[in-house]
């Protein structure tokens, strides 16, 4: 028997070869969206994981302050982050943090926030992280929503927790404590929608974290209305929703 033709007898052929190259490109099919699953799936555990932590300074801050929650009176033209900015320099060393704050304040910083819309009604999105940005005082995560004590001379202002006592707040396992960012504009860093919408306040039931009152985090749905003409952290959404701003 010629040993050359023993040898090309186990080769593959053209076409073998074609099916194997089939079956691994099937396999990769396969493989991809399981794989970016799971790593959508670890981001959320490691903000679920940051928001108990920021959630549980605030409990201590309350501990200390006769259980009243951080509060700052709203005054015209105050800046939306400031509010932000007020709630964790007050709150951030319970985290265990100290020194001013900088984008080294990793418990601050939800690995899923890559993106965002300015917070405005029309102003475009930004390909970068709100976490990285001073505007948003290095974090990702907001206080309630927008949530200010109401001015006595001018009345109620948002459904906020803002200055409350926690033993006050009748349902703690709805009402939120601390939240994405997007869920106070109806978007979502975690299930982005088209990233070249210019208007992010029309995406109902966006896919947020959010810590709430009871100390759990969660990630759920927040609502928008399609017809408001204003945010969605403005006002409450529909009972079969699992979180609320506040106004029990």
């Given at each position: 028997m010629?040993?050359?033709?023993?040898?090309?007898?186990?080769?593959?052929?053209l076409?073998e070869?074609l099916?194997v190259?089939?079956?691994?490109a099937?396999?990769v099919?396969l493989?991809?969206p399981a794989?970016?699953?799971?790593k959508a799936m670890?981001?959320?555990?490691?903000?679920?994981s940051?928001?108990?932590q920021v959630?549980l300074?605030?409990h201590l801050?309350a501990a200390?302050?006769g259980?009243?929650?951080?509060n700052?009176i709203?005054?015209n033209?105050m800046?939306?982050?400031?509010?932000w900015?007020?709630?964790?320099?007050?709150?951030?060393s319970?985290?265990?943090l100290?020194g001013?704050?900088s984008?080294?304040?990793k418990?601050f910083?939800c690995?899923?926030?890559?993106?965002?819309y300015?917070?405005t009604m029309?102003t475009?999105?930004v390909?970068a992280s709100?976490h990285d940005?001073p505007w948003?005082?290095?974090?990702?995560?907001?206080f309630?929503?927008?949530?200010l004590k109401?001015?006595?001379a001018?009345g109620?202002?948002?459904?906020?927790i803002?200055g409350?006592?926690i033993?006050?707040?009748?349902n703690?396992?709805r009402?939120?404590m601390v939240v994405?960012?997007?869920?106070c504009?109806a978007y979502?860093?975690?299930?982005?929608?088209?990233?070249?919408?210019?208007?992010?306040?029309?995406?109902?039931?966006s896919?947020?974290?959010?810590?709430f009152?009871?100390g759990?985090?969660?990630y759920i749905k927040?609502?928008c209305?399609?017809t408001?003409?204003?945010?969605?952290?403005?006002?409450n959404?529909?009972?079969?929703y699992?979180y609320?701003?506040?106004?029990?």
């Amino acid at each position: 028997m010629n040993p050359g033709a023993a040898n090309r007898g186990r080769a593959f052929t053209l076409l073998e070869l074609l099916v194997v190259i089939a079956i691994i490109a099937i396999l990769v099919a396969l493989l991809l969206p399981a794989l970016s699953h799971a790593k959508a799936m670890a981001k959320r555990t490691g903000c679920i994981s940051n928001l108990r932590q920021v959630d549980l300074g605030l409990h201590l801050y309350a501990a200390d302050h006769g259980d009243i929650l951080p509060n700052i009176i709203i005054t015209n033209g105050m800046p939306w982050s400031y509010q932000w900015r007020f709630f964790k320099e007050l709150t951030k060393s319970y985290d265990g943090l100290t020194g001013p704050s900088s984008p080294t304040d990793k418990l601050f910083a939800c690995p899923a926030d890559t993106f965002y819309y300015l917070n405005t009604m029309s102003t475009p999105l930004v390909h970068a992280s709100m976490h990285d940005d001073p505007w948003s005082d290095y974090s990702s995560y907001w206080f309630s929503r927008l949530n200010l004590k109401p001015n006595p001379a001018t009345g109620g202002f948002y459904y906020g927790i803002a200055g409350l006592k926690i033993s006050s707040i009748r349902n703690q396992v709805r009402t939120v404590m601390v939240v994405d960012q997007p869920a106070c504009f109806a978007y979502s860093w975690h299930q982005p929608e088209s990233l070249t919408d210019p208007g992010p306040n029309e995406v109902n039931d966006s896919m947020n974290v959010a810590g709430f009152v009871d100390g759990h985090a969660s990630y759920i749905k927040f609502y928008c209305h399609s017809t408001h003409d204003t945010f969605p952290c403005n006002y409450n959404p529909p009972d079969n929703y699992e979180y609320q701003w506040g106004g029990d």
